[in-house]
């Protein structure tokens, strides 16, 4: 007997699967942290040269740099707009966020090149203890100023507060909740709290590619006073990510 063929209405419906797209998909900023020793080589620092200079972490999210260089005697703050937040409600959103980009980096693992670590796991560990690091500070530090509640492109401190400005992992990456202008304000806001330099890594998006309204951005900075370089760095994680921009209060 022909099998009976199933009226329309009655076919299951096709299963659609999100076909993932080729770049890391970033809906939203993650609050997604490293440790010092990863901050030490996307930023290129001399971290025996830090001792005693003020340091600001700007966008730090769970980063242990805080933690770890002011154990180092580095007089480093950081600054997240989720700051102000209870620890096991942060602790609670590191175990989210960690385990959706985690997910995404193995799914999408030719995206990265790893060049810190031996495999992704092994990042996965690093990362997550730098949480936890974070996460223990934070909650006996929160109340000492250690940890600042604020987002760009405002922030709560006087004008050259820091000897130097880091910003990793929050520019340039998300251009779909950031426009220009906002990278342009948040561009002189980091250089107005900096006596010295600011360092942006990396200066791509996460399909990889140079972020393109840099050119403008330098040149609209020039103009604003601001000196800009593209460094190197000796770090990719992400494919592509291996320069930093540098930005300074030009000479008169
Ligand atoms: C991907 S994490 C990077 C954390 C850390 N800088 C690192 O590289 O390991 C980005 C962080 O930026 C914070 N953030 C989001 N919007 C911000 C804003 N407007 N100003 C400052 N930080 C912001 C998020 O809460 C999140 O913790």
New binding site residues.
């Given amino acids: 007997m022909p099998a009976l063929a199933l009226a329309p209405a009655l076919r299951p419906a096709p299963r659609i699967v999100p076909r993932p797209g080729p770049g890391l998909e970033?809906p939203a900023?993650?609050?997604?942290?490293?440790s010092l020793a990863?901050?030490a080589q996307?930023f290129a620092l001399d971290l025996a040269a830090l001792k005693g200079r003020d340091v600001l972490?700007?966008?730090?999210?769970?980063?242990s740099?805080t933690v770890e260089a002011c154990a180092r005697k580095i007089d480093a703050v950081a600054?997240?707009?989720?700051y102000g937040e209870g620890a096991e409600a942060l602790a609670a959103r590191v175990e989210t966020?960690y385990t959706r980009?985690f997910g995404q980096m193995r799914a999408k693992r030719r995206l990265f090149r790893l060049n810190s670590f031996s495999s992704l796991a092994a990042a996965e560990i690093d990362?997550r203890a730098?949480a936890q690091r974070f996460i223990a500070d934070y909650e006996a530090r929160f109340y000492h100023g250690r940890y600042v509640g604020?987002?760009?492109?405002r922030?709560p401190f006087f004008d050259g507060t820091f000897d130097l400005v880091?910003?990793?992992?929050?520019l340039f990456?998300?251009a779909a909740?950031?426009d220009f202008d906002?990278h342009l304000a948040?561009g002189r806001e980091l250089v107005r709290v900096s006596a010295g330099e600011v360092r942006i890594?990396p200066i791509c998006g996460p399909d990889g590619k140079p972020y393109p309204g840099l050119v403008r951005l330098r040149r609209e900075l020039r103009d604003a006073g601001i000196a800009s370089e593209v460094r190197a760095v000796d770090y990719e994680f992400f494919a592509g990510a291996n320069t930093m921009l540098v930005l300074r209060r030009a000479a008169p």
């Fill in positions: 970033l900023v993650s609050f997604f942290g490293r990863e901050y996307c972490d700007v966008g730090a999210g769970p980063s740099f600054i997240d707009p989720l966020d980009m990362r730098a604020g987002a760009l492109p922030l880091l910003c990793a992992h929050l990456l998300h909740q950031f906002w948040a890594h």
